[in-house]
């Protein structure tokens, strides 16, 4: 098993493995939620920046969200499957890069995955924004800590960019230090 975990690419099949088993198996989801049809049919367009420009970015997401799902559950539920993989990944990079440990790193993320108040996240399309706006916040925080480890600028960059746009997204990131 040790060999197993010590394979770089084994983690991340798991992560997509315990996601895909916790929250998208079986196929429950018949239709879209009411959150995801209220905000298509209520949709204002290119008005949404006049009327909630506070959060810029997410107003783009749902336009491009809006464009390749329509209200087709299916694609919607893909989309929540894809962004959560790729949000339990960043984390598990993160928590990979402080413990500098696989096995306790593995430990924690399906801990992460199964964590039930975040189920939240699964209902559906709609709360996407919050899976982008939380990746980015944990790039950010991914990136400082490698500034930090490695004094490289570019790294300070990054992690810049990525809290910005996160603040652009969710202004949740204003309580991140």
Known sequence: MNNLI??????????IFVNFISHFFPFIRFSVSPDDYSFYYLD??????????????????????NYIIDLDP??????????????????????????KDQKISLIIIIIYILFIAKTELY???????????????????????KFISSGKNFN???????YFLGILTYEIGFFIP
């Open 123 to 145: 209902v559906g399309p709609v709360y996407s924004f919050i899976i982008i706006s939380a990746s980015l916040y944990f790039l950010s925080i991914n990136y400082f800590l």
């Open 6 to 15: 010590q394979n770089n690419k084994f983690p991340y099949f798991f992560i």
């Open 74 to 99: 299916l694609k919607g539920l893909l989309l929540v499957f894809f962004l959560t993989t790729l949000l339990n990944i960043i984390v598990y990079n993160l928590i990979n890069l402080i413990t």
């Open 44 to 65: 204002k367009g290119l008005l949404n920046f006049v009327y909630e420009h506070h959060r810029p970015l997410q107003y783009i997401w749902y336009e491009f969200q």
């Open 156 to 162: 300070f960059f990054l992690s810049f960019i990525f």
